[in-house]
């Protein structure tokens, strides 16, 4: 025995003992020509292998000592069961031991030489496209070779539709693979998100699969490990079992979310009914995962709480995100002081108990130990006795502070959360916004700043140069370059110095948080705002450097305008409607302004004829390539929200009371992972899709402009020059440009291009790419490899602008010369569409 | 996508050649580009006229500081390299050729297109 640890030793000679057994005993029933015996000998042996060499009987060394023994094994079976016709793959797997020998001859017939398994999938594919029944059985019941869990289905699949899927080869298919559900029921591997159709063998796969769970879980006593993983049983009757067996776990786990009709879910809380308190708060529990919890709210005397218990959920499932404090303390007041209560002992939040005030004790301590949602629950209590806006919003500053030491990820998700818990705490505090609320706290801190102080012949204070802080130190009226060792042993110079500092980070913070908030918005001061934003050092720095409307409609400096009014930051597209845009750039240059964020200059985006066209959609940064980790952090940062589980849009952002931009993006995953192509952008209303002329334009140009920092610093096409914007929507474009290619079999019809070709006619989607092949199937063809392409900037005129129009019009190449295509995949594909018509 | 018009002595060329002429003709539109970039840019603030002229495109923005122009026999060197590694394919009358030195006859109303191709994959 090699390599066996001590305490295994004896383990695995025992086992090497009952196999040696096994051995003879098969040698016996060779000698005696019991073929049918053999096979379910073999089958033992294997049970024994795998029990054997499982981890707590011999840790895993069985596998490693059993040479002598298999060479024995396959000696016997190789004489009982000689391979016959090696070139019939059905007579190579149709064998109960994979001996050595007929594993070789499987090798060469799949052309895998040297493989220890070989892939059964060149059979499988031989196998459908027959529609071989005995070779399709097989291909699940043979030891030999070893399928992936997608072909496994695959040959359920064509079994099925052949009509000789039975349970033996179900059976046989969890028995190899415990996790083959996840290949079923369209789940995708990562997240458990439905993907793709389930397999049409689903349904005979889960009636065997709902016999089993019932049969194995039957009193007394459960056996779970014999039940395949992954699939949830259909059935009322499972949720009931649950229900009777209140504290096991595992019961709840793989019961409580069964699949029910609407008539099941009705019969449910009608049982419900005559139950105790208990087993009703039970069966709630149990139905959460699944989702319909909802329904028995009724039962528990918790009608009220409806709106409450999506919030809950809507709340438990997103990472830290913004609550509509508002609709909390709604959806509470409906569902009562009670039956809010009593709600949130069935299913705890942090963040619903601290909008109501019930958790102060414990979210202060999650906020000490830096808990993300701890930290956005924090903003979200009401006031206390005593505590000022102020007081909290300090504390927030104070938890702000220790981000940067947290590394380098945990900061950025630490800054989200404060700046979530400032957002919680402005709807506390009744501002329209966390800038307002970051402002008037800004202004009440730098109140009052300390004076000058003089020791010997120098005179000390903080002083702004072009709205940076700076501490001068002047002798007899003179500046000093630098700071003398008299200033600095002074007790008073460090706080000057931490003056200094606030300010600096006061400064800070008035750039970017309030300044190119109002900029971006266009927002508007009044006299009351304005006045206490000039009383920050910053705010009296940065705010004349600016451009004004007042009320009046000039358009000024604040030196040139009427300030007894309210005073609206002017955002450029204000400047160009009124025809002003050339002037004030002009303006700012000759007068030598710094201004403290981009006015003047901002970018400013207006529709294109082509946006004007297409009515509600802009595709003006469509098919551009971004990286999208990088994407991902740059939209977030400018108040996009980046969702993972959306279909349609997978970036929004509100832009203005009751509009939100959406864009969509095709990605491989989740925005944040891997690349993604930009898509669509639309503009959304509560329930309709506003046209882009109706779109506020300042709102408009932002949401535009940040797309295109998002294509031009997070893509990954190297484009060299700026390319000019799509004039025309891709569909068009692409139309034209197979015009222009002459091809013979391909005709444009709209937004399609109908390929006649050799196998099929196919119809690809100019917009999206999308491949139908009449009449009725679907043809999924991908980029071989996704990201990064190649070529470096060469200059031709090339008709293809983007990767997405490239690949479309690759697809419609491709099958223009369908009869030369190569790629298995393909082809399986189209064969099944030919069966099926 | 901008129609870039190559003047040919005949009608009557190579591949090659073609490559070579779409090459340079790209870079010296590039080149008047570049000029009216370098203006903005160095008066540091855009015209009225500049202004109208960008509303059309959908942005108006003061330019970046425009790059230095290509090496013209360098790029179009890389041009014909990367047509013989297939990185891009030329169609002319519906036909996709194949070769550089492949002859070809250019006839009016039957432009010319420069594709990029992607590999593709079953899904």
């Not at chain 1, 415990?178 to 079923?184: I, P, V």
């Not at chain 1, 030598?592 to 207006?606: D, G, M, S, T, W």
């Not at chain 1, 484009?719 to 440009?737: C, D, F, K, M």
């Not at chain 1, 190449?813 to 393909?826: F, G, Q, R, S, V």
Request: glycine share 8%; hydrophobic share 45%; aromatic share 4%.
């Amino acid at each position: 025995m090699v390599d066996v640890p001590d305490m295994y030793v004896d383990a695995v000679r025992d086992e090497r003992d009952a196999l040696w057994r096994l051995v003879d005993e098969a040698k016996g029933l060779a000698k005696a020509g019991d073929l049918a015996g053999m096979r379910s000998l073999a089958e033992e042996v294997r049970r024994r292998l795998g029990a054997g060499d499982s981890l707590e009987r011999t840790g895993g060394h069985l596998g490693s000592n059993v040479g002598d023994i298999s060479a024995a094994l396959d000696d016997v079976y190789d004489e009982a069961f000689p391979v016959r016709r090696p070139d019939d793959p059905a007579d190579v797997l149709d064998a109960p031991w994979p001996t050595v020998r007929r594993t070789a001859v499987l090798a060469s017939a799949v052309d895998h030489v040297g493989w220890p398994t070989p892939p059964l999938e060149p059979l499988a594919e031989r196998a459908i496209a027959a529609n071989d029944v005995r070779l399709l059985r097989l291909l699940v019941l043979t030891p030999l070779g070893r399928a992936g869990r997608d072909t496994v289905v695959r040959v359920l699949d064509a079994l099925h539709a052949a009509g000789a899927l039975d349970v033996e080869v179900i059976e046989q298919a969890f028995a190899d693979d415990e996790y083959l559900g996840r290949a079923l029921g369209g789940t995708s591997r990562t997240d458990g998100a439905v993907t793709s159709a389930p397999a049409t063998c689903a349904a005979v796969v889960r009636d065997y699969f709902d016999e089993l769970a019932w049969r194995l879980t039957s009193p007394p006593e459960p056996n779970w490990d014999d039940l395949p993983e992954v699939l949830v049983p259909r059935g009322l009757r499972f949720i009931l079992r649950a229900l009777d067996r209140p504290h096991d776990r595992r019961m709840a786990d793989r019961f409580g979310p069964a699949e029910l009709t609407e008539d099941e879910r009705s019969a449910l809380v009608e049982h419900l009914r005559d139950r105790t308190a208990e087993e009703r708060r039970y069966a709630f529990e149990l139905r959460l995962p699944a989702g319909d919890a909802e329904v028995l709210l009724p039962v528990l005397g918790l009608s009220g709480a409806a709106p409450l218990l999506r919030l809950v959920r809507a709340t438990a499932t997103t990472e830290v995100a913004r609550q509509e404090r508002a609709a909390i303390l709604a959806a509470a007041r409906q569902a009562g002081d009670d039956g809010t209560r009593r709600l949130l002992e069935l299913c705890p939040s942090e963040l619903i108990a601290a909008a109501l005030g019930w958790n102060r004790a414990a979210v202060e301590k999650r906020v000490k130990h830096n808990a993300l949602s701890g930290i956005a629950a924090f903003g979200l209590l009401p006031l206390a006795d005593g505590e000022t806006v102020l007081d909290r919003y300090l504390a927030l500053r104070e938890v702000a502070k220790r981000g940067p030491k947290l590394g380098p990820n945990r900061r950025h998700s630490h800054t989200a959360a404060v700046a979530v818990a400032l957002d919680h705490l402005a709807q506390v505090a009744g501002f329209p916004d966390a800038g307002r609320l970051e402002w008037d706290c800004e202004a009440r801190i730098a109140a009052e700043p300390p004076g000058d102080w003089h020791v010997g012949d120098y005179t000390v204070g903080v002083r702004l140069c072009d709205a940076d802080p700076v501490v001068a130190v002047s002798k007899a009226g003179r500046m000093l370059k630098s700071v003398p060792a008299a200033v600095r042993n002074d007790p008073r110079y460090p706080h000057t110095r931490e003056h200094q500092e606030r300010l600096r980070d006061q400064a800070r913070r008035m750039r970017t948080g309030m300044i190119e908030r109002l900029v971006a918005a266009g927002g508007t001061l009044t006299p009351d705002e304005l006045l206490r934003l000039r009383r920050l050092p910053s705010g009296q720095a940065m705010l004349p450097a600016l451009i004004w409307q007042d009320r009046s409609g000039t358009v000024g400096l604040l030196d040139q305008i009427d300030l007894d009014g309210p005073v609206t930051a002017a955002h450029p597209h204000l400047l160009y409607e009124r025809r002003l845009l050339a002037h004030w750039q002009a303006e700012i240059v000759r007068r030598r302004i710094r201004q403290p964020v981009k006015q003047a200059f901002r970018e400013l985006y207006l529709l294109t004829p082509a946006e004007r066209d297409a009515v509600d959609v802009s595709r003006r940064f469509a098919g551009h390539t971004v990286d999208g980790k990088v994407a991902a952090q740059l939209l977030s940062g400018r108040g996009w929200s980046t969702h993972r589980q959306y279909h349609e849009h997978q970036a929004t952002r509100p832009v203005t009371a009751g509009i939100t931009a959406a864009l969509a993006c095709e990605l491989h995953g989740y925005l944040g992972a891997g690349d993604a192509v930009v898509g669509e952008l639309r503009f959304l209303a509560a329930d309709s899709v506003v046209p882009l002329a109706e779109v506020p334009p300042v709102a408009f140009s932002e949401v535009m402009r940040d797309l295109d920092l998002v294509v031009s610093v997070a893509g990954t096409e190297s484009h060299g020059y700026a390319s000019p914007p799509h004039a025309v929507s891709r569909a068009q474009l692409l139309a034209t440009l197979i015009d222009d290619l002459g091809l013979a079999r391909v005709t444009v019809d709209g937004t399609s291009a109908v390929v006649r070709g050799y196998r099929a006619t196919y119809r690809v989607h100019l917009n999206s790419g999308s491949i139908h092949v009449e009449p009725g199937s679907h043809l999924c063809v991908v980029p071989a490899s996704f990201g990064g392409t190649a070529h470096r900037s060469l200059f031709l005129p090339f008709a293809d602008e983007d990767r997405m129009t490239s690949v479309i019009l690759s697809k419609v190449l491709l099958l223009n010369e369908d009869e030369k295509i190569t790629d298995p995949t393909i082809l399986a594909q189209l064969d099944r569409g030919a069966q099926l018509s | 996508m901008r129609d870039v018009l190559v003047e040919l002595a005949d009608d009557r060329t190579t591949v090659r050649e073609l490559i070579r002429k779409a090459v340079e003709e790209q870079i010296r539109l590039l080149g008047v580009d570049v000029s009216r970039r370098r203006d903005m840019h160095d008066r540091q603030y855009l015209l009225a006229e500049e202004i109208q002229a960008q509303a059309a495109s959908g942005v108006i923005r003061l330019p970046a500081a425009p790059l230095a122009l290509p090496d013209i026999t360098e790029a179009v060197a890389r041009a014909h390299r990367a047509f013989e590694r297939n990185v891009f394919v030329v169609f002319v009358a519906g036909r996709q050729v194949d070769r550089l030195d492949e002859e070809i006859v250019l006839r009016p109303g039957e432009p010319v297109v420069f594709l990029r191709l992607t590999a593709l994959a079953g899904g």
